[in-house]
């Protein structure tokens, strides 16, 4: 077994004191990152790492990038930083409303496709062209999320892009971005506002692991060969699904089931998992 220890603010002086805990040689992967490779699960380096806010996971030996096939990631809060229905609810003037109604539905504490209708229904009104303007004004990409997709590219990994947001945002960045998959919900318009209504079935976390199975099928890869990456209590099913699941910067709900999490570092923390 191999524990990956990184995070801003991980100095050399701390992965001395952890290869010491741990009996081995720490290897650098980068100025922030290192890997101690051989060693036993300790239940102490979890409490130790999450004191300092260094992220830590104990990964499989000889798991390598070049071995993956697919990596699925969610989009709002995961691939960028906001969630665009919070920042329509805002263009509203109902923000504190569907924000509070989004981070429910996160923890999973409400039905998710319930909590979609409510948070779009709030919407209604909206010109069309608030959706360009929250592409255009306040979606930001994730630190580190274009040198995982670079990552990706290169060892031609297949990227699906889930989210139980919405087609306009979705399939912009696919083809922004490259990415090969997208699945995400349809938002009605009419007379060039949006109804408060959505087109078709809802994008919900059963929509999202058929999704990913889907592929994966497709692309004949083993279970050791995909990677899932999630925020909140929806993206569960499509992650039990993977060979690796990372909860990044998410729920606690989310972080007890996942294979590992990523709490404080960028997006391409993702690549020093693999050899």
Same mark, same amino acid.
């Given at each position: 077994?191999?524990?990956?220890?990184?995070?801003?603010?991980?100095?050399?002086?701390?992965?001395?004191?952890?290869?010491?805990?741990?009996?081995?040689?720490?290897?650098?992967?980068?100025?922030?990152?290192?890997?101690?490779?051989?060693?036993?699960?300790?239940?102490?380096?979890?409490?130790?790492?999450?004191?300092?806010?260094?992220?830590?996971?104990?990964?499989?030996?000889?798991?390598?990038?070049?071995?993956?096939?697919?990596?699925?990631?969610?989009?709002?809060?995961?691939?960028?930083?906001?969630?665009?229905?919070?920042?329509?609810?805002?263009?509203?003037? @109902?923000?504190?409303?569907?924000?509070?109604?989004?981070?429910?539905?996160?923890?999973?504490?409400?039905?998710?496709?319930?909590?979609?209708?409510?948070?779009?229904?709030?919407?209604?009104?909206?010109?069309?062209?608030?959706?360009?303007?929250?592409?255009?004004?306040?979606?930001?990409?994730?630190?580190?999320?274009?040198?995982?997709? #670079? #990552?990706? #590219?290169?060892?031609?990994?297949?990227?699906?892009?889930?989210?139980?947001?919405?087609?306009?945002?979705?399939?912009?960045?696919?083809?922004?971005?490259?990415?090969?998959?997208?699945?995400?919900?349809?938002?009605?318009? #009419?007379?060039? &506002?949006?109804?408060?209504?959505?087109?078709?079935?809802?994008?919900?976390?059963?929509? @999202?692991?058929? @999704?990913?199975?889907?592929?994966?099928?497709?692309?004949?890869?083993?279970?050791?060969?995909?990677?899932?990456?999630?925020?909140?209590?929806?993206?569960? &099913?499509?992650?039990?699904?993977?060979?690796?699941?990372?909860?990044?910067?998410?729920?606690?709900?989310?972080?007890?089931?996942?294979?590992?999490?990523?709490?404080?570092?960028?997006?391409?923390?993702?690549?020093?998992?693999?050899?």
């Amino acid at each position: 077994m191999n524990l990956v220890a990184q995070g801003p603010s991980l100095t050399d002086s701390q992965a001395q004191h952890l290869a010491q805990m741990l009996g081995v040689t720490p290897m650098s992967l980068s100025r922030r990152a290192f890997r101690f490779k051989g060693v036993e699960r300790n239940p102490s380096v979890a409490s130790w790492c999450e004191e300092r806010q260094i992220d830590h996971a104990f990964v499989p030996e000889g798991r390598r990038f070049a071995d993956l096939k697919l990596l699925a990631m969610d989009m709002d809060s995961t691939l960028i930083t906001i969630e665009c229905i919070d920042e329509l609810g805002a263009l509203a003037g @109902k923000k504190a409303e569907v924000a509070a109604v989004t981070a429910q539905a996160m923890r999973g504490e409400i039905d998710y496709p319930e909590s979609l209708r409510r948070r779009v229904a709030a919407i209604a009104g909206l010109p069309e062209a608030s959706l360009l303007q929250v592409y255009e004004e306040r979606l930001g990409l994730t630190p580190g999320a274009e040198v995982l997709l #670079k #990552k990706c #590219k290169e060892h031609r990994v297949q990227v699906l892009l889930v989210s139980g947001g919405f087609t306009f945002f979705t399939e912009r960045l696919k083809a922004r971005l490259g990415i090969d998959h997208t699945i995400s919900n349809v938002l009605e318009v #009419k007379g060039g &506002k949006l109804t408060g209504a959505l087109v078709g079935e809802i994008v919900d976390a059963d929509a @999202k692991a058929r @999704k990913f199975v889907e592929i994966r099928e497709n692309l004949r890869a083993e279970k050791h060969q995909t990677v899932a990456i999630g925020d909140g209590a929806n993206d569960l &099913k499509m992650m039990a699904e993977a060979g690796l699941s990372v909860a990044f910067r998410a729920k606690p709900v989310v972080r007890a089931r996942a294979g590992c999490a990523l709490n404080w570092c960028a997006l391409d923390a993702v690549v020093n998992l693999f050899e």
